[in-house]
């Protein structure tokens, strides 16, 4: 059965204070990794899509990686902007499968 | 170009009641996909259409019914309305190129089954 595990469920920083969240999986085949941002009461909005292992990307403050079994998400120096749910995603076959998410609180 | 849209935003029902809640995309794209999200349980298909005139069932597909109505357009129909589908329902859509695997997503429907 396919799995995905993230951690921690929430996370408070202060801003500028740099953190890593986790998306560990367990799939049989992994065709992409997703990362979304989610603020509340809004849909997820698209951040990143990885494909293999080692492969990384970049947006603004966030910097996604991707292992055999986990990708983080990593925030660089964050703002209060920052603060939302982030998912993540793997695609085993045709559809994706969403991790719980954390919930990133950044403040002032 | 709006993306994906969804109607209604939210939604108050009965239990017993039914209703249809519907999602268009205006992206051209191939693949549609009804998520619900609750609390602590994360995002899980429901039902998806990977193509026009295709469907098929998802994670939690009991209690729901699809219809690809075209190339734009996917309703999620709730035949008799359960106080467990109270919930917060996505439609996103993905097809096209580089990237195609990308759910794009609407802004939801917010549902409450009394």
């Known amino acids: 059965e396919d799995q995905v595990t993230q951690s921690p469920e929430a996370l408070r920083l202060q801003e500028g204070e740099s953190s890593s969240l986790n998306c560990s999986y367990t799939v049989s085949g992994l065709r992409g990794l997703f990362w979304y941002r989610q603020d509340p009461g809004k849909g997820p909005e698209f951040l990143f899509t990885?494909?293999?292992a080692g492969e990384e990307k970049e947006k603004e403050r966030l910097k996604a990686t991707l292992t055999k079994k986990e990708s983080f998400l990593h925030i660089t120096a964050p703002k209060p902007e920052d603060s939302a749910t982030y998912l993540c995603a793997v695609q085993p076959r045709s559809t994706l499968t969403f991790g719980k998410g954390t919930m990133l609180l950044v403040s002032p | 170009n709006a993306g994906v849209t969804q109607t209604p935003k939210f939604q108050v029902l009965k239990t017993g009641q039914s209703m249809t809640l519907q999602c268009a995309q205006d992206m051209n794209h191939n693949s549609m996909y009804w998520y619900r999200q609750d609390p602590g349980m994360g995002l899980r298909l429901i039902y998806y259409?990977?193509?026009?005139?295709?469907?098929d069932k998802g994670e939690v597909p009991n209690g729901y019914n699809v219809s690809r109505l075209n190339k734009r357009e996917f309703s999620l129909r709730l035949e008799s309305a359960a106080p467990s589908q109270t919930s917060v329902y996505f439609c996103?859509?993905?097809?096209?190129?580089?990237?195609?695997?990308?759910?794009?997503f609407g802004p939801g429907t917010r549902l409450t089954v009394l």
């Open positions: 996103a859509s993905s097809g096209g190129g580089q990237g195609k695997n990308t759910l794009y």
């Open positions: 259409s990977a193509s026009e005139g295709t469907t």
């Open positions: 990885l494909y293999s």
